[in-house]
């Protein structure tokens, strides 16, 4: 197998794990079925804190190396880094505009095409992000596994509490721990979808 193949699937692989992380947040309802709002705030905080430190440290940092390293001055290669965080932004944005969803504080977004619940909002809000977190492991295992490793660690993370804010939810909502758990666990698998079109973006040839 060669490098690039393998790491393809590491990217590919790593986002699964990842993604898993949901699931293991999920589980902890069958620990305590009733967690309240003010937990669930506290534990996406901590989930923000580390995917914005995943961020910097293991994603714009290693960019900025990636691209020094192929002989891009300091200007340019900034201004690079800074124009791929700026489509990134803009495209989180438009799916913020157009998919309906919810957040515990700003309250729904997006264009109300067709009813859903409060908490189903919030579901896909949460689903919503996965995506872009997915493909950012693939895109970091393309610089081999000293790069996809704490990526794929610290979104994995930061998927743990999402996966119990989901989960609780739906709880509360009036589903019961096992279904719950699972429709958390889906939310974590949109990231492996992610994953392989970040693998695949990188991949040589």
């Known amino acids: 197998m060669s490098i690039a193949a393998s790491d393809f699937l590491l990217g590919f692989a790593g986002s699964i794990v990842a993604g898993l992380g949901t699931a293991v947040g999920g589980m902890l309802v069958f620990a305590r079925a009733s967690w309240s709002q003010r937990s669930q705030a506290v534990m996406l905080a901590f989930a923000a804190g580390v995917m914005l430190a995943a961020s910097f440290f293991s994603l714009l940092l290693p960019a900025l190396g990636l691209l020094r390293a192929r002989g891009t001055g300091d200007a340019v290669a900034l201004l690079q880094a800074i124009v791929g965080l700026g489509l990134g932004a803009v495209?989180?944005?438009?799916?913020?505009?157009?998919?309906?969803?919810?957040?515990?504080?700003?309250?729904?977004?997006?264009?109300?095409?067709?009813?859903?619940?409060?908490?189903?909002?919030?579901?896909?809000?949460?689903?919503?992000?996965?995506?872009?977190?997915?493909?950012?492991?693939?895109?970091?295992?393309?610089?081999?596994?000293?790069?996809?490793?704490?990526?794929?660690?610290?979104?994995?993370?930061?998927?743990?509490?999402?996966?119990?804010?989901?989960?609780?939810?739906?709880?509360?909502?009036?589903?019961?721990?096992?279904?719950?758990?699972?429709?958390a666990t889906l939310t974590g698998l949109v990231e492996p979808i992610g994953g392989f079109f970040g693998a695949l973006a990188v991949a040589p040839g």
Do not use: Y
């Open 91 to 183: 495209a989180i944005w438009a799916l913020n505009v157009w998919v309906p969803h919810e957040h515990f504080v700003k309250g729904p977004e997006g264009r109300a095409t067709f009813h859903l619940g409060r908490n189903w909002l919030f579901i896909l809000a949460i689903t919503l992000h996965n995506f872009p977190e997915g493909m950012s492991v693939g895109i970091a295992f393309g610089g081999g596994a000293e790069r996809g490793v704490p990526v794929m660690t610290g979104i994995g993370l930061q998927n743990v509490p999402e996966g119990l804010a989901v989960a609780a939810a739906l709880v509360a909502d009036g589903f019961s721990r096992g279904r719950a758990f699972w429709i």
